[in-house]
């Protein structure tokens, strides 16, 4: 038989067990026989002045006939007390409220076995008896305890070279609970030198023997007096806010910085040196996260079956996680990209074994495959994540974004309307209010096109409008990053650029609440706090990465790129904004369109787009009014291609399905 490295050391491990349970408890029972007679004959030596010769021979014959009971009721008290079951490495606070109930009850027998036997002691023996026999039994519990911090200290004094002199931030129970670990393992290489807390009141006194020394306003004067190499932000209760306040001191000193991940880690009693984490970029957008009502989204998810088109995708994928979570009668996910399908596939099937689910590969662009799949599965409820997102690319293939994001949206609006779906809910983004570049337009007028299928069919349509989501793919943290690992430079397009971010849970979260409200076409619009410089999250991400922006790390400007906004709006002039149940989600009234003379427009764009068309920005405003482009650089742009190509025959336009214009009776 041949054995694993792992093997050994699984091996080992159970070899410390074995010691532990087995050959400690023996131990402790020789132990505290022998202190059940320490403490008998001190017992009587104090009591007779130290003077050994001056104790009377009886009480001594006393002592030596009940030797052997003595010692039982001992161990049998200590058994039931549990004092040998305790491993002494973590002995405590516990422990020593174990060891005083044992020796109180052991006092108490052998004063009674005393009685019983009519063996005659001194009325201050027992007293004395208690104390020596407790100080005894705490000594032998808590001498390994003490062994090891001194072990610890020896080591830590030694190899002081090599200590991470360390700054805590909060002084309440996650700091006390951390300290105390820190200092009581024999492997952590981190040395608490001073903590900080805004309570006045703390100021001066001692945490497990780290002084409080001052305020969070004062970190970066703290920092450079006690030479901290590491911050730790050990305040897991404190709002988001606040920890944003805190992490952005931190980080103006150069030092790592980590931080406890939440509350309830204390609350279940799990906060410890292994749930530290690096503080994320998302501890630093300054806001709570959203709350969404859990119960309602799990009502109108459960027993349903659910669609998402894009599944595969970060907000697409999310959004699968999360409608596993609320137990769908189905789940079916349809994308076009095999391997992300692939990926969320093999995870929902490892993580949700009962889970009914179905991949499929497929274009939303494709309209006879989209309502073959809607004819088969019958879905009540779609959610509509399938998108080409980034916008300098779309800026580039324009027509492509038309294609794929508003004729995809209208083939799967119509396949859901024809198979009576009872929700259809469209992720949209802000770049579609006053949009300046392609992208923005399109999923305005997917927006447009929900609230035109709301006003005619069965269906409940509505859409969701949120900001940038920090992790997706295409957004600007994961290219930061890259640039950063590569040694920079980290590229801004301009240094008052600024965006709404939010995380992709968030904005999961928001999609899958805005389904349950879904009524009428509704635009639904996230509260998303302040918006953030991107410059900003650049300079911070940088030092959460252990470097100094502009010193270590360059920051470049490259300039806007085509159809950039130097800021996003989340809402139009005419929408209106209304509140709905939860305070931080608001919800835009639909505008009045003429729906024929739209639907006639999306027909001419629709060839447009397919026969390739140059001019495809102007078709865009005619139906956008709010689209805002250089129309003379295009115009010019074009004039120069056109120049370039041999002349060829443009294909026959080719027109848009309109089964569902003709039953709505809007077709012209």
């Known amino acids: 038989m041949q054995f694993t490295c792992r093997d050994v050391d699984e091996m080992k491990k159970t070899n410390k067990i074995n010691y532990e349970l087995l050959i400690q408890p023996f131990f402790l029972v020789i132990v505290d026989c022998l202190s059940a007679l320490g403490a008998s004959a001190l017992a009587l030596w104090v009591r007779y002045n130290f003077v050994f010769s001056a104790i009377d021979h009886a009480y001594l014959e006393n002592i030596l006939v009940n030797a052997i009971p003595n010692c039982l009721t001992v161990i049998l008290i200590y058994c039931l007390m549990k004092l040998y079951r305790s491993m002494l490495r973590y002995a405590g606070l516990y422990e020593m409220q174990q060891i005083v109930f044992a020796v109180v009850l052991a006092t108490i027998a052998q004063f009674f076995e005393y009685k ?55 002084a309440g129970s996650a700091a006390d609970i951390l300290v105390h670990e820190i200092k009581s393992s024999e492997k952590l290489n981190i040395l608490p030198v001073c903590i900080i807390d805004d309570n006045p009141k703390l100021l001066g006194k001692n945490l497990r023997g780290v002084r409080i020394v001052g305020s969070s306003s004062e970190i970066p004067y703290y920092v450079k007096k006690y030479d901290v190499k590491e911050i730790i932000v050990a305040m897991p209760s404190a709002s988001k806010k606040r920890i944003s306040e805190i992490t952005n001191i ?163 609006a119509m396949a859901a309307d024809k198979t009576d779906v009872q929700r259809f809910v469209l992720i949209s983004t802000d770049k579609a209010v006053n949009p300046t570049n392609v992208m923005g337009a399109s999923k305005r007028m997917c927006e447009m096109i ?19 989501v920090l992790g997706s793919n295409g957004s600007v943290i994961p290219l930061f990053k890259n640039q950063i690992r590569s040694g920079g430079p980290v590229t801004v ?137 250089n129309a003379e650089k295009t115009e010019e742009a074009n004039v120069e291609e056109e120049a370039g190509k041999e002349e060829t025959k443009q294909p026959e336009p080719i027109r848009v399905h309109s089964e569902f214009l003709t039953r709505a009776g809007v077709a012209t």
Request: charged share 25%.
């Open 116 to 170: 019983l036997l009519k063996n005659v002691m001194p009325r201050s023996y027992w007293f004395l008896y208690l104390f020596f026999l407790g100080i005894m039994t705490g000594f032998t519990r808590f001498s390994y305890r003490l062994f090891r911090r001194l072990q610890v200290a020896v080591k830590g004094m030694k190899n002081s070279e090599n200590v991470v002199r360390t700054m805590v931030v909060g």
């Open 493 to 629: 397009t301009h240094p008052d650029i600024n965006r709404y971010f939010m995380t992709i849970p968030e904005a999961v979260s928001l999609v899958l609440e805005a389904g349950a409200y879904a009524g009428n076409g509704e635009i639904y619009v996230l509260d998303m706090g302040e918006p953030v410089k991107i410059v900003t999250l650049a300079e911070n991400l940088i030092r959460l990465s252990g470097y100094i922006p502009n010193e270590d790390i360059m920051i470049e400007y490259t300039g806007l790129r085509p159809g950039e906004k130097l800021y996003e709006e989340r809402l139009m002039d005419e929408e209106g904004l209304a509140k709905t149940e939860n305070d931080l989600i608001s919800v835009a009234k639909p505008i009045d369109m003429d729906d024929a003379l739209f639907f006639e427009k999306l027909e001419k764009i629709y060839g447009d787009a397919y026969s390739e068309g140059e001019n495809i920005r102007s078709c865009i405003s005619e139906i956008v009014p709010t689209y805002r482009y």
């Open 450 to 468: 929900v609230q035109a299928f709301s006003r005619r069919s069965k269906t409940k349509f509505a859409a969701v409008r949120f900001g940038n």
């Open 250 to 412: 931190c980080n103006t000193t150069g030092c790592y910085v980590r931080t406890l991940p939440g509350v309830y880690q204390l609350v279940n009693q799990e906060v410890s040196v292994s749930k530290l984490r690096p503080v994320d970029i998302e501890d630093l957008l300054g806001r709570e996260p959203v709350k969404v009502d859990l119960d309602r989204i799990k009502g109108f998810l459960r027993n349903q079956v659910v669609l998402v088109t894009g599944g595969g995708g970060s907000i697409g994928s999310e959004l699968c996680r999360q409608i596993a979570l609320a137990q769908p009668k189905k789940l079916v996910i349809v994308d076009i990209y095999e391997n992300n399908a692939y990926d969320i596939q093999q995870e929902l099937l490892r993580n949700y074994p009962g889970l009914d689910l179905t991949v499929l590969i497929a274009s939303v662009r494709d309209a006879f495959r989209i309502e073959c799949i809607f004819e088969e599965y019958r879905p009540n409820i779609v959610f509509h994540a399938a998108a080409h997102k980034h916008v300098p690319l779309m800026e580039d293939s324009p027509n492509e974004a038309i294609k794929n994001n508003v004729f995809g949206t209208l083939n799967v």
